[in-house]
T-cell receptor, first 111, second 114 residues
Framework: GQQVMQIPQYQHVQEGEDFTTYCNSS?????IQWYKQRPGGHPVFLIQ?????EVKKQKRLTFQFGEAKKNSSLHITATQTTDVGTYFC???????????FGKGTKLTVNP | EPEVTQTPSHQVTQMGQEVILRCVPI?????FYWYRQILGQKVEFLVS????????KSEIFDDQFSVERPDGSNFTLKIRSTKLEDSAMYFC????????????FGEGSRLTVL
């Protein structure tokens, strides 16, 4: 079945450093979404990417969708303590309602 | 801001007991979901529900699970005979339309099976 791999599992950074998490799917995706989950919280939608090679920015966050629509990345520039949490990618295939989540990257930021 | 609400926030039950988790999706949303997250692990799809019927379900969603939308607002997940491995956080989610696909998650219901 469809699998979504995400690396790294953990990332510790000093405040102000950059952070990147990578996501790879075993199958071609129709779209990929990114969610953030704060400790003890629920997933909160960040963005959806649909087009091959798409790049979207939200302030310090940059999201990319690979040309083959099988990989994606999230890059945070100059991390802040408010960026702490687990970042999940989640992909779906055409015609399916199911979002398959990666295992997430847990980001800690030292002030 | 509209939100998905879930009750109870935490339920402790004995193995073999029936459990019903309740959700009130955002009022104008049409697509409803249950996901679960075992502690410290990834979020896993259980079932999707549209137009008063299941549209898709995962292999986790076996005969012990059922979903219902008994009225215009509630969306429930029933586990008939709980097992230890059902212990997890269960998230209800909803969305307005097929596209865009933004899912709105509730705060979750933590189920502990003893």
């Amino acid at each position: 079945g469809q699998q979504v791999m995400q690396i790294p599992q953990y990332q510790h950074v000093q405040e102000g450093e950059d952070f990147t998490t990578y996501c790879n799917s075993s199958t071609t995706l129709s779209n990929i979404q990114w969610y953030k989950q704060r400790p003890g919280g629920h997933p909160v939608f960040l963005i959806q990417l649909v087009k091959s090679g798409e790049v979207k920015k939200q302030k310090r966050l940059t999201f990319q969708f690979g040309e083959a629509k099988k990989n994606s990345s999230l890059h945070i520039t100059a991390t802040q303590t408010t960026d702490v949490g687990t970042y999940f990618c989640a992909g779906s295939q055409g015609g399916s309602e199911k979002l398959v989540f990666g295992k997430g990257t847990k980001l800690t930021v030292n002030p | 801001e509209p939100e998905v609400t879930q009750t109870p926030s935490h339920q402790v039950t004995q193995m073999g007991q029936e459990v019903i988790l309740r959700c009130v999706p955002i009022s104008n949303h049409l697509y409803f979901y249950w996901y679960r997250q075992i502690l410290g692990q990834k979020v896993e799809f259980l079932v999707s529900f549209y137009n008063n019927e299941i549209s898709e379900k995962s292999e986790i969603f076996d005969d012990q699970f059922s979903v219902e939308r008994p009225d215009g607002s509630n969306f429930t997940l029933k586990i008939r005979s709980t097992k230890l491995e059902d212990s997890a956080m269960y998230f209800c989610a909803s969305k307005l339309a097929i596209f865009p696909g933004e899912l709105f998650f509730g705060e979750g219901s933590r189920l502990t099976v003893l």
